[in-house]
């Protein structure tokens, strides 16, 4: 006799929103996903926050399989949260308009989870998809190392894309939802955040089952990424004051806390290294700088220059030479191209 999932006596509905915003071709499939999933009571939600693309009349298409709300509020945190509003569920499942379900995955995560009683929040990995050049390059899982320990997952951004998640409704409203949000830059980490402090129950369920879609060509050409980015320090530094300041900053959350300010710091060199000497200042009273991490978050043929010079001169000599690197190649295709051209006139 095989073992069958565990589901609760009496089914919860379950509420599909999902914030639309010139969603383009991508909504229909985000769409039918929610529509395909097997959990027997649900109801899907759709926000379109002013669309100027045709993604209103894709949506409409579906008509009464969907309820479909409009607004103009020009944030996604904003968007959301009329939706968390507006639902009938108990329990809110949150899809991106570029994202999308595996049908099994409502059904799947509740019957992982148990017993619901003494759960707010269900989270899960996920599969990031990568796309380049119109199609699918690689569809993998992200692992999460230690689901127990909430704030070290945060603090390594191994914490699932939000539609790897199941909320409790009414968990989510009582800690003001996605209201007074600051900004729109890592809304679902400051979500996380505001239901860790305040103490949220979640539970794992290991079963990814929701699609996290990334586009090469959008990743390169966004110009907020750097702002992003020094959000996302803030955020960290934050978190790691607040963890002190409760006794909770343990060593592997500092560990974690110091490889993502790494990260956040090597690719910052990359794109705006004008924005690091702030964020290098704040991060020696928080805990944050560590050469050794440093060292060990830099890009493979770099380490050994790092651990030579340390991070600061290391990346001041590197970007002295991308800007010699720079000039050569243009006085290369200078040279080398008017000589092409002078070689076609003889």
């Given at each position: 006799?095989?073992?069958?999932?565990?589901?609760?006596?009496?089914?919860?509905?379950?509420?599909?929103?999902?914030?639309?915003?010139?969603?383009?071709?991508?909504?229909?499939?985000?769409?039918?996903?929610?529509?395909?999933?097997?959990?027997?009571?649900?109801?899907?939600?759709?926000?379109?926050?002013?669309?100027?693309?045709?993604?209103?009349?894709?949506?409409?298409?579906?008509?009464?399989?969907?309820?479909?709300?409009?607004?103009?509020?020009?944030?996604?945190?904003?968007?959301?949260?009329?939706?968390?509003?507006?639902?009938?569920?108990?329990?809110?499942?949150?899809?991106?308009?570029?994202?999308?379900?595996?049908?099994?995955?409502?059904?799947?995560?509740?019957?992982?989870?148990?017993?619901?009683?003494?759960?707010?929040?269900?989270?899960?990995?996920?599969?990031?998809?990568?796309?380049?050049?119109?199609?699918?390059?690689?569809?993998?899982?992200?692992?999460?190392?230690?689901?127990?320990?909430?704030?070290?997952?945060?603090?390594?951004?191994?914490?699932?894309?939000?539609?790897?998640?199941?909320?409790?409704?009414?968990?989510?409203l009582s800690i003001g939802g996605w209201k007074d949000l600051?900004?729109?830059?890592?809304?679902?980490?400051?979500?996380?955040?505001?239901?860790?402090?305040?103490?949220?129950?979640?539970?794992?369920?290991?079963?990814?089952?929701?699609?996290?879609?990334?586009?090469?060509?959008?990743?390169?050409?966004?110009?907020?990424?750097?702002?992003?980015?020094?959000?996302?320090?803030?955020?960290?530094?934050?978190?790691?004051?607040?963890?002190?300041?409760?006794?909770?900053?343990?060593?592997?959350?500092?560990?974690?806390?110091?490889?993502?300010?790494?990260?956040?710091?090597?690719?910052?060199?990359?794109?705006?290294?004008?924005?690091?000497?702030?964020?290098?200042?704040?991060?020696?009273?928080?805990?944050?700088?560590?050469?050794?991490?440093?060292?060990?978050?830099?890009?493979?043929?770099?380490?050994?220059?790092?651990?030579?010079?340390?991070?600061?001169?290391?990346?001041?000599?590197?970007?002295?030479?991308?800007?010699?690197?720079?000039?050569?190649?243009?006085?290369?295709?200078?040279?080398?191209?008017?000589?092409?051209?002078?070689?076609?006139?003889?």
């Amino acid at each position: 006799m095989t073992d069958r999932p565990f589901l609760p006596a009496s089914l919860p509905l379950v509420t599909i929103g999902i914030p639309a915003y010139n969603a383009g071709q991508w909504i229909v499939p985000a769409v039918e996903s929610a529509l395909a999933q097997t959990w027997p009571k649900k109801e899907l939600l759709i926000l379109d926050d002013g669309s100027s693309d045709g993604t209103r009349d894709r949506i409409s298409a579906y008509g009464d399989r969907i309820r479909l709300l409009e607004a103009k509020s020009g944030r996604s945190s904003l968007a959301r949260q009329r939706l968390l509003e507006e639902a009938s569920g108990e329990w809110i499942q949150w899809l991106d308009h570029d994202d999308s379900l595996l049908p099994e995955k409502i059904n799947l995560q509740i019957a992982e989870a148990g017993d619901l009683a003494d759960a707010d929040v269900l989270f899960s990995p996920y599969f990031l998809e990568r796309w380049n050049g119109g199609r699918v390059v690689s569809c993998n899982p992200q692992p999460i190392d230690d689901p127990q320990d909430l704030q070290r997952a945060w603090l390594s951004s191994q914490f699932p894309q939000n539609g790897a998640l199941l909320w409790r409704r009414k968990s989510l409203l009582s800690i003001g939802g996605w209201k007074d949000l600051p900004t729109d830059y890592y809304d679902d980490y400051q979500l996380y955040w505001r239901a860790i402090r305040a103490k949220l129950r979640f539970r794992f369920t290991p079963t990814p089952g929701a699609i996290y879609r990334v586009c090469h060509q959008e990743s390169l050409t966004s110009s907020n990424i750097p702002e992003a980015l020094r959000w996302r320090a803030r955020m960290v530094r934050q978190a790691s004051q607040e963890l002190r300041s409760a006794g909770e900053w343990t060593l592997a959350r500092r560990a974690a806390a110091q490889a993502e300010y790494a990260r956040l710091l090597r690719v910052l060199d990359r794109l705006a290294p004008e924005l690091l000497g702030p964020l290098i200042q704040e991060a020696l009273p928080a805990d944050l700088w560590s050469e050794e991490t440093l060292a060990r978050e830099a890009e493979p043929n770099f380490r050994w220059l790092v651990r030579l010079l340390g991070w600061r001169s290391a990346c001041l000599l590197r970007r002295s030479f991308r800007g010699w690197e720079r000039r050569l190649r243009l006085f290369r295709k200078d040279v080398f191209g008017s000589s092409r051209r002078a070689a076609r006139l003889l």
